[in-house]
């Protein structure tokens, strides 16, 4: 076993962690959604008791497990996922996709504040880095990995 970090387990991490917080938007309502910064009309849907930003939270928590997953699985910790290499790379793509375009997703969600979209634009673009540089670290062992199930 080597000291050296291994990106993936850390995206795995912080991946399940944003996960988790979303779950709390689930589970303890309004001032989970106004305080992670989700908009005041999610948060006064989910105080109305309307699904739908039980739904929609709930797709973003199934994305992110899913991505941890992958994560977890190049880091070689469960068993390998299909596609590995170019799904770890669609999700580096999509994260440091969403942090640098953030300007023109913002007019689709008007209630979010430049305070929500700065800092989620930034956390997106440092796991998206995590999971390029692990992506990258492990990119010849998961090479090998391909060509041994041949």
Sequence with gaps: MTDR???????????LIVAGLHVGCILFGAEW?????????????????????????????SVLLV??????SGAGHILRLPLLRTGL???????????????FIMPAFP?????????????????????SLGLGQSWSRLSSRDQQSS
């Design 5 to 15: 970090l291994n990106y993936l387990e850390l995206a795995g991490m912080l991946t």
């Design 33 to 61: 959604y106004r305080f992670l910064g989700a908009g005041e009309a999610m948060a006064q849907m989910a105080e109305a008791g309307d699904s739908y930003p039980t739904i929609v939270t709930g797709i973003i928590v």
């Design 67 to 72: 991505w941890s997953a992958y994560a977890f």
């Design 89 to 103: 790379t669609l999700i580096s793509l999509v994260l440091i996709t969403r942090a640098l375009g953030f300007y």
């Design 111 to 131: 209630d979010n504040s430049l305070t929500f979209w700065l800092i989620s634009s930034v956390l997106c673009f440092i796991l998206g880095v995590i999971y």
